[in-house]
Every structure is written in C-alpha cells, then in structure tokens.
C-alpha cells in the first residue's frame, strides 16, 4: 500500500485548499467552469463514501477584481477588500451551483485570525463546522478579506486551512496548488530538483527546500506550505501538497497523482487529548459523584447529573479540572459550559438544561472528545 492509498484511506474528515491560480484565469478574471465541476464530482464521489469534506477556498479577490474593473496588477489593501466583497457571493455561488449537482448543500463561513483566537468565536466556528458536516452539508471557508486588516489577515489561505483543519480534528488536508509537491530545490531553477515524496518532520533541511509563490494571484507559496505543515502536523493531521490544474484533481491524488505527504506521529484525537492533558491549565473545577466516575473511566462524557459541585469561575471552553468528592483529580477537560451555568444544570437531567437555563445546550458538561481521565 503506498503512502496516499493508505493516509486516505483512513480518512474520514479531509480539509481541500483551493489555490486561487486553479479556480480563476489571471488573465482576464474568469471562472475556470469545468474545473470546478470536475472537483465538484469528486467531492460528491468521496461524500458518497463517508467522507467529510470542508472546502477552503481563494479565488475571491482574483474573480471580484474582474466585476469592479481593477486593473491588473497589486491592489491596496481597500481594493483587496473590495474585491472580495464582490467575489465571494459570485464564487459562493458557483461552489452551490457545481455541487448542487449532486444535491450537496454548500454553506458559506467567512473567518479571520481573530474568530481562532478568541475562545468563544473559535467554539462556536468549530461548533457551528461540525453541526454541518453532521448533516450532509460542504462547508465553503475563505478568509473574510472584506473586513479584515494587515493586523489579523491570516495573509494566505494554506495556513487558514490548517488552522481549520485543526479546529475540527481533520485526518487530512490536501493543498491543491499549481505545484505537485515540495522539492529539495526550485524545479523551475534547477533541473537537478528531486521530490520528496514523504515528511515526517519538519527539520532546517526541510525549511531550507521553501521558494516563492509562482503567481500574482497566490499569496502562498512553499514558505506558507511547510507553515501550513507544522499546524497540521502539531494537530495529528495528515497534509499533502499536490497539483491541481488537470481535472478531477482529487480523484488524480487518489490514484496516485504525484504529491508530497506530510506524516504526523500521532492521530487528531490523541493530539488533541495530549493538549488538554499537558497544555492547558485547569481554571476551575467540577466535582462528581461515584456515578460519573464510573461513567467516565468506561470512556463516556461527563453528563450534568453526575456534577455534585462547581468550583471557580470559568467561561464555555475554559479547561477545568474533574474531581472525586474527596479531592482526587480524575482529569481534566473542555467544559461546555460556564460557572454559573454549570451550577444551575449540576444534577440535573441533561432534558432538564434548556427549561433552567432558557436556551438547549449541549447534553454533556464535558464531552468524551473533550476529556482526558487518569
């Protein structure tokens, strides 16, 4: 079994990052229809399979330019923004169109720096990710360019997957470019360039093997590339750098399309237990019955009923300690509520959360996906 076969093999959740040079003519602004309904049967053909498909997407500003008449060229930053306000409704609405086709829904998230890094906005982001693809639906994720600033611009969309693909636990993210992989030089220098087929960390050898982007449009590059890689390899998910232009670019990946796979040690869920258990300081906690713990060494979520106490103050996604009456730390986890939530819900059934609290919650104080005990 070769590299691909077997990372996409057991992928489940795959992130595709859309280069904007693959999407748009930078010529003369046009869409590049049949591609993109070349890759719209590909996504239809791994969905009918199981899979989970988040699509993130450039090509908003290159197609947006065209509508409002700007020149060739580098644009301000007022221009970009512009740009992208006219774009994006037209791109959204060829991503609906293209995959409509196949009765797949596209729903639409415009995201910034600031929504990953602030807690609140980064759970519901994920919240709202995983609500979607719960029911069928293909998120469609670009960069809100049209209000962003130089401040919080992630400045390039290899790195805003990632950061995606890291927020919903993804097993893969495949980087559709307008290069087939990293070389140990710049092929278009150096005849003497040989691919690396597969990488497995990330070392000054590897950094040193970066090159520019290749065109206007893209604000990538290799450099952004091998930073989109050390996310993704940090959250246990699995990165490929593949060319995109031909069509059916997913389906040329799965049947052995020239790439670069970047490998992680470990998988997205036990990365991410690793940072709940060892990164993350408890800023509160909650007590519970002998009932809960039972529950929770069998691998189940902690539920409201078995919530003696709540200690400390916290907010919806703070870690918090869990803890025996007798004050042994069992774990340590995301909860899903704040304090004082959490204080009205505590040994209640999970039916009774929305009649005490006004709103329907989560069943779980802190879900199994979102816990390490012991």
């Given amino acids: 079994m070769n590299v691909t076969s077997d990372i996409l093999g057991g992928a489940k959740r795959i992130v595709v990052k859309i280069g904007s040079v693959l999407l748009v003519d930078p010529e003369n602004g046009a869409l590049h229809q049949e591609w993109l309904d070349s890759l719209a049967d590909d996504v239809a053909s791994w969905t009918g399979r199981g899979r989970e498909i988040i699509i993130v997407s ?6 947006g330019r ?27 609405h060829a991503y609906q169109e293209a995959l409509g086709r196949h009765d797949l829904t596209v729903a639409q998230i415009l995201l910034t720096l600031d929504d990953s890094e602030d807690r609140r906005r980064y759970l519901n982001a994920r919240n709202t990710l995983t609500t ?23 400045g390039d969309n290899d790195r805003l997957a990632a950061r995606v693909a890291a927020m919903i636990s993804a097993d893969a993210l495949v980087l559709l470019s307008d290069i087939d992989g990293l070389y140990t030089s710049d092929p278009a220098k150096d005849s003497g360039a040989r691919l690396v087929p597969e990488v497995t960390e990330l070392t000054a050898e590897i950094d040193a093997m970066a090159g520019e982007a290749s065109s206007s449009d893209s604000s990538g590059g290799m450099v952004t590339k091998l930073a989109a890689a050390k996310q993704s390899l940090a959250a246990g998910c699995a990165m490929a750098i593949t060319k995109g232009r031909g069509l059916n670019p997913l389906s040329a990946l799965e049947d052995g399309a020239t790439c670069t796979w970047f490998r992680p040690s470990g998988t997205p869920q036990s990365e991410r237990k690793r940072w709940i258990a060892g990164a993350l300081q408890p800023v509160g906690a909650l007590v519970v019955d002998d009932g809960a713990i039972n529950a929770l060494k069998s691998g189940r979520s902690l539920l409201p009923a078995g919530v003696t106490s709540v200690e400390g103050d916290f907010q919806r996604g703070d870690p918090v300690a869990v803890r025996a009456q007798d004050g042994t730390d069992l774990g340590r986890g995301l909860t899903a509520y704040s304090s004082d939530d959490a204080r009205l819900i505590a040994g209640h059934k999970s039916r009774e959360i929305e009649e005490r609290l006004g709103y329907r919650g989560r069943d779980e104080m802190i879900h199994r996906d979102d816990l390490v005990v012991g």
């Avoid at 450039?58 to 197609?63: D, F, H, K, R």
């Avoid at 409002?68 to 959204?92: D, P, T």
């Avoid at 979607?132 to 919080?152: F, H, K, R, W, Y």
């Fill in 132 to 154: 979607l693809l719960g029911v069928g639906a293909v998120p469609l994720i670009n960069e809100n360019d049209s209000v962003a600033t130089d401040e919080i611009r992630f």
């Fill in 66 to 92: 065209r509508y409002l008449e700007f020149k060739s060229g580098n644009l301000a930053l007022e221009q970009k923004q512009a740009a992208a306000a006219a774009g994006m409704v037209r791109l959204a």
């Fill in 58 to 63: 450039s090509g908003a500003i290159a197609l």
